[in-house]
C-alpha cells in the first residue's frame, strides 16, 4: 500500500509498482520492456539439451514474459464531489506509476507504465464533469513507449492522495487518485449555511424547547461500492441516497429539528469520516440508512441496529455488521494510518450510556417501520458497526428492507414507498426527540449559529 501526500510545489516523480510498493517483484525486472528478441536469442544461444530440459526453459521464458507484460487499464471512473474528486483506474494486474505535480497552472501529472493507449484510458479524454470543483480538464496520451500520461488541469492548489487497492469483490487492481481540496469542507460550515437558507418554519419552535436537535442522515455505500444490488438491478447506494435526501426534507420542516447529510451525491465516503461528520457537527442524532441483503430471496422485512459494545445479539447481526464494515474495502480507502476506530472507542465507558439512548431512538423508529412493512426482527439488534461508533452520539442503522427480495426490492424504488419509509423514520425520531428533548447545555445553539462564532 502506497500513500504520497504531495504539496503543490514541483515534485520530483514518485515511481511505484501499484500494489507491489517495497514487496513482492522487484521493480527491475516488472519495469523491463518486452524484447521477444532478447528473449529469443538467449534460447538460441544455450546448448542443445533434452525435450523435457526445452519444455523447462520455455516455461521459464513464459514466466518471464508474462512478469514483464505491461498492465493495461481496463476501466476508469471518475467520482466528482464536494468533499473530494476520485479517479480509478481498474486494471488485471497491478499498474506502475510515476506521479508529481506542476505549477503554474496547477497539474497533476501521472506516468502509468502500460504498454498501450487503452480504450478506456482514451475514454478519460474530456470525461470530467463541467461542474468538478477540482479538475478542470483531464488529458491522456501515450507519452513514449510503455508509457501512457495523464495530465489532470486543476481549479486551484489541491491535496493529492494516491494509492492503490488490491482485488476486492467484482473489482480488480485499483489505482486510486483522490483530489482534496487544500482546507477540508467543514460539516459544520454547511449545516449552518443550510440552517440559514431553510425558509422559516410555519409553526413557531415548541415552548420549552432549548434548541434545535440537529440529525445526521447517513447515505449508506456510495460512489465505488454500490452495496447490495437487487436482481432487477437496483443498487442499494442510489436506494438509500433518495431515502436520506427525502428524510432530510421531512426533518428540516420540523420546527425542533435540522438535518445534515454525510454525503449528497454519488460517491464514497469512508466509515470514520461519517462517524466524524457527526461528531463535528455534534449531533444528536446520527441515521444511517441501508437496504438488507441475503442469499435467500424470499427473506425479507425492515429491521434496525445499534453498536454492542459486547457480543453481537445474534449471528445473523454479527454477519451483517462485519459486511457493512466492508464497505470500506469496496468503496476504497487509503488504510495507511487509519485507526481502529471500533475498538478504540468500544473501549470508552461513555458508550455504554450512549447504546441504551441508541436503542431507544432505534425501539421508536422500529415500531414505526413496523406501521409500513413486516418486521424482519422485532426488537433492536446490536452488533459492530463502525458507522455507529461515534460514542456521544446515539446511532442507529436501520435496514429498510431487503434488495434481494424481488417484492422488496421494486417497492424499495418506489416514490410513494421510499416516502412512507422516511416518514416512518420521521416519525420514529420526533418520538425519540419528544422524550429526550436535547440538553441546553448541549452541542450547538441557534445563537452560535452564526458564520462569525
Ligand atoms: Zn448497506
Redesign the pocket.
Known sequence: MAEFRLPGALQPGVRVRGGMAGKGRGPALSARPVDPHRIRRRSEARAPRSALGRWASLAVLLVFYLSTVQAQVLSTRIWPAKDYTRLTLESKEPVDYTIFSLKDPERLVIDLETSELSSALAELNGKVAADDPYISGLRVARNRPGIVRLVLDLKAEVKPQIFTLPPIADYGHRLVLDIHPLVAVDPLAVLIEETQQRPVPTQPAKPGVARIATIVIDA??GGEDP??IGRRGSR?KDI?LTIAKRLKALVDAEPNMRALLTRDGDYFLPLNVRVEKARKVKADLFVSI????FTRSNVRGSSVFALSDKRATSELARALAK??NE?DLIGGVALVGKDDHVRRTILDLSQSATIDYSLRLGSSVLKQLGGVNELHKPHVEQASFAVLTAHDVPSI?V?TAFISNPQEEKRLTNQAYQDKLARAILEGIREYVAKHPPRPSGPVTLDRLSPRS
Open positions: 449508506g455505500h452495496g447490495a442499494e438509500t441501508h437496504a438488507d441483503s459486511k457493512e464497505a442503522l435496514e
